[in-house]
């Protein structure tokens, strides 16, 4: 199976962000296709977990090595002030509808929403 993780999760949920990608981890070394996606104030992890000296940076980097990482919003990322830091991440940035990634076109591409 095919799932693409959105995190919309915001500043103050930990939690969600983490888990969507220990999840991804889990799903893809289960043997299924991941795609993590930041969408809405989820943009902001990517600022806060590309910091090395963040304690949860070696998860997030691990998730981006394999790969699952499969894009940021672009227009997000400008309205929650990281844009700069998405481009440095070096993640791919979304904006297929209207600045924003397309579930239609995952969904069309097969993959399962699951949205954190």
Same mark, same amino acid.
């Given at each position: ?5 959105? =995190? ?7 939690? *969600? ?13 289960? &043997?299924?296709?991941?795609?993590? #996606? ?7 992890? =990517? ?13 997030? *980097?691990?998730?981006?090595?394999? &790969?699952? #990482? ?10 929650? &002030? ?10 791919? #940035? ?12 995952? =969904? ?9």
């Amino acid at each position: 199976m095919k799932f693409a993780i959105v =995190v919309h999760a915001g500043p103050q949920e930990l939690a *969600r962000a983490l888990h969507g990608l220990l999840y991804a981890q889990d799903l893809h070394n289960a &043997g299924h296709e991941v795609s993590v #996606i930041f969408d809405g104030a989820g943009t902001t992890w =990517v600022k806060t977990l590309e910091d090395p000296e963040n304690k949860y940076h070696d998860v997030y *980097r691990a998730t981006k090595e394999l &790969g699952l #990482i499969g894009g940021v919003c672009e227009y997000c990322a400008g309205a929650f &002030g990281v844009a700069e830091d998405v481009k440095q991440s070096g993640l791919p #940035i979304k904006g297929e509808l209207h600045g924003h990634p397309s579930l239609s076109d995952l =969904v069309a591409q097969g993959y399962a929403p699951l949205i954190l």
